[in-house]
């Protein structure tokens, strides 16, 4: 059996699902985040050791000034709820982003999440936050760049020493990405991470994910043959 260790989830939906039942889209953000708990949970029961959850990203600025600025609430209402039971559970918060660029508060609750769980061991629950994937891949590029000027790196980089500059250099590569809400394409998430990731598009939107649907995503990863470049056997 292929063992699924990291799996990302692109979240989508939460507005729509909530427009569509006459309800305003931060209540889709409310039982999206609810939802993450569940979904964390299954997860780590099935056998998942990392989780990465795409949050909010740095194009979602652009959204309703109210949206976003309930969004940024989210997370102190979220950890309030299940902070204690992630730690009871031994999950790990690992928050990946630009965080400095948010606000101070919430900045705060998300690094007061990360310095809790630490020293936990199990699932590392990764929740990206003010994240983009080219975002992201230009400071690695720019870290490096400053390293080889500092003496510290030279020019003979390679894919690994690379990984080193990313937000996800403890993490291994993406074996399974998920998108819900049926939209198929990335939308600047863990673009190197995923390169030789298997990729799924599911019909139901995020807080319409359920245990159940993960199950079915697993199922069809195992049923994925993974060649990596290779050529099959026959």
Same mark, same amino acid.
Request: glycine letters at 6%; a negative charge.
């Given at each position: 059996?292929?063992?699924?260790?990291?799996?990302?989830?692109?979240?989508?939906?939460?507005?729509?699902?909530?427009?569509?039942?006459?309800?305003?889209? #931060?209540?889709?953000?409310?039982?999206?985040?609810?939802?993450?708990?569940?979904?964390? +949970?299954?997860?780590?029961?099935?056998?998942?050791?990392?989780?990465?959850? !795409?949050?909010?990203?740095?194009?979602?600025?652009?959204?309703?000034?109210?949206?976003?600025?309930?969004?940024?609430?989210?997370?102190?209402?979220?950890?309030?709820?299940?902070?204690?039971?992630?730690?009871?559970?031994?999950?790990?918060?690992?928050?990946?982003?630009?965080?400095?660029?948010?606000?101070?508060?919430?900045?705060?609750?998300?690094?007061?999440?990360?310095?809790?769980?630490?020293?936990?061991?199990?699932?590392?629950?990764?929740?990206?936050?003010?994240?983009?994937?080219?975002?992201?891949?230009?400071?690695?590029?720019?870290? !490096?760049?400053?390293?080889?000027?500092?003496?510290?790196?030279?020019?003979?980089?390679?894919?690994?020493?690379?990984?080193?500059?990313?937000? #996800?250099?403890?993490?291994?590569?993406?074996?399974?990405?998920?998108? #819900?809400?049926?939209?198929?394409?990335?939308?600047?998430?863990?673009?190197?991470? +995923?390169?030789?990731?298997?990729?799924?598009?599911?019909?139901?939107?995020?807080?319409?994910? #359920?245990?159940?649907?993960?199950?079915?995503?697993?199922?069809?990863?195992?049923?994925?043959?993974?060649?990596?470049?290779?050529?099959?056997?026959?």
């Amino acid at each position: 059996m292929k063992e699924c260790k990291h799996l990302a989830i692109i979240m989508d939906c939460n507005g729509r699902w909530a427009k569509a039942q006459g309800k305003p889209r #931060t209540a889709g953000h409310l039982v999206g985040a609810d939802n993450v708990r569940t979904i964390a +949970i299954a997860a780590n029961e099935m056998g998942i050791k990392y989780l990465t959850l !795409y949050a909010f990203s740095t194009e979602n600025w652009k959204r309703s000034q109210d949206e976003v600025g309930y969004i940024m609430k989210l997370p102190s209402i979220f950890f309030k709820k299940y902070m204690q039971e992630f730690l009871d559970r031994g999950f790990k918060m690992n928050i990946l982003g630009e965080l400095d660029k948010l606000p101070p508060a919430t900045h705060k609750v998300l690094q007061d999440a990360m310095d809790e769980s630490v020293n936990n061991t199990g699932l590392n629950l990764n929740i990206c936050m003010n994240y983009g994937s080219q975002r992201e891949i230009l400071l690695a590029a720019k870290h !490096y760049a400053q390293d080889v000027l500092d003496g510290k790196a030279d020019l003979s980089l390679d894919e690994e020493g690379f990984e080193k500059y990313l937000m #996800t250099k403890d993490f291994p590569p993406v074996d399974l990405l998920v998108r #819900t809400s049926g939209e198929l394409r990335i939308s600047n998430y863990l673009l190197w991470q +995923i390169a030789y990731a298997e990729l799924e598009f599911v019909p139901e939107s995020w807080p319409e994910f #359920t245990p159940e649907v993960l199950k079915r995503c697993l199922d069809e990863y195992q049923n994925r043959d993974r060649r990596f470049g290779g050529v099959k056997n026959v």
